[in-house]
């Protein structure tokens, strides 16, 4: 009898398990963290593998605990950073190994703690999308891709300008095949792809500024290169010392129509980038568009 009866409490806590993963999938990961610490049971469920597939720390944005400003360098000082630090130490722990993909926040200033914290927990990550400022140093980042070898998709922002980042891509993450550049794309940002991201697929230099060599570069070296998407880019070079702008059919005029057929343009102005021009709410500016782009997957998202 006495048997039957904790039979019967397993059943009735391995449905209540199950109740509870299917709520939590629901939640952010601030809110997450809190239904961890509520009782045992709902730890155990805050810990399901299919929770924690994605870290989107953009979500902290909203949070009370965090409530992190929307502005650039947020939380860039020493107690707010440790407070990050704790927090991404707690949620790596709850994850056990699970995430594939990390969004970092758009706002909050990233340091080697931060990266190194994620990087020792995160064994099979997959997809990375960097914030917009931060200082990484050269170990730092050296350790970081040593650990994510598994890496197939960056989102690369202006604190990953130096170029022994990409030597550290080269050397650790042979498995890049998605790359996504927010800052300018210069000759230097190419020659970087082709000598350490050799079998690039899809490149998005989406609504910055793309020097013409650089484009030409990427194009002709980059053999298994199926995809550009330079919707809303400034594409320029320089001519006798003088800014020379390019349109769609000047490119037409200036690429193999075998590299054209490669360019993704916006020509229906229905790209993530013009439905957030029309999104005018004034408590996202002057950052909120700007960040909606920027954590865009472009894996799916690339031809809009
Ligand atoms: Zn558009």
């Known amino acids: 009898m006495k048997k039957k009866d904790q039979t019967k409490k397993h059943y009735r806590d391995y449905l209540f398990y199950d109740i509870l993963v299917r709520i939590f999938i629901h939640l952010n990961v601030a809110d997450l963290v809190a239904a961890s610490f509520v009782c045992k049971t709902?730890?155990?469920?805050?810990?399901?593998p299919q929770l924690w597939k994605k870290l989107d720390l953009t979500t902290l944005n909203y949070s009370n605990y965090f409530n992190i400003p929307m502005l650039v360098n947020s939380w860039k000082d020493e107690n707010s950073s440790s407070k990050m630090t704790r927090f991404l130490k707690y949620v790596t722990n709850l994850s056990s190994g699970n995430i594939n993909i990390i969004i970092f926040n758009f706002y909050v200033y990233l340091?080697?703690?931060?990266?190194?914290?994620?990087?020792?927990?995160?064994p099979n990550l997959k997809?990375?999308?960097?914030?917009?400022?931060?200082?990484?140093?050269?170990?730092?980042?050296?350790?970081?891709?040593?650990?994510?070898?598994?890496?197939?998709?960056?989102?690369?922002?202006?604190i990953f300008k130096d170029r022994h980042y990409f030597t550290a891509i080269g050397k650790y993450c042979p498995n890049i095949v998605r790359l996504k550049f927010t800052c300018t794309f210069e000759q230097e940002e190419a020659e970087a792809v082709v000598n350490y991201t050799p079998n690039l697929k899809e490149l998005s230099i989406r609504f910055v500024i793309v020097n013409?060599?650089?484009?030409c570069l990427v194009l002709n070296s980059l053999k298994d290169l199926e995809v550009v998407n330079i919707s809303h880019s400034l594409i320029v070079d320089k001519l006798d010392g003088e800014f020379e702008m390019y349109s769609?059919?000047?490119?037409?005029?200036?690429?193999?129509?075998?590299?054209?057929?490669?360019?993704?343009?916006?020509?229906?102005?229905?790209?993530?980038?013009?439905?957030?021009?029309?999104?005018?709410?004034?408590?996202?500016?002057?950052?909120g568009p700007l960040e909606d782009i920027w954590?865009?997957?472009?894996?799916?998202?690339?031809?809009?």
Do not use: F
Not at 43 to 48: D, G, Q
Not at 261 to 286: A, F, M, Y
């Open 42 to 48: 709902w730890n155990l469920a805050t810990r399901a």
């Open 111 to 122: 340091t080697d703690d931060h990266l190194l914290t994620l990087a020792k927990r995160t």
């Open 127 to 158: 997809r990375l999308v960097l914030p917009l400022t931060g200082n990484i140093s050269k170990i730092g980042i050296e350790t970081a891709m040593k650990s994510w070898s598994g890496l197939e998709s960056m989102t690369i922002t202006s």
């Open 212 to 215: 013409l060599r650089a484009l």
């Open 248 to 287: 769609l059919r000047n490119l037409r005029n200036h690429l193999d129509a075998s590299y054209y057929r490669k360019l993704i343009v916006c020509e229906t102005g229905e790209c993530l980038r013009c439905q957030n021009g029309r999104n005018n709410d004034p408590r996202r500016l002057p950052h």
């Open 295 to 304: 954590r865009q997957d472009e894996i799916t998202s690339l031809a809009h």
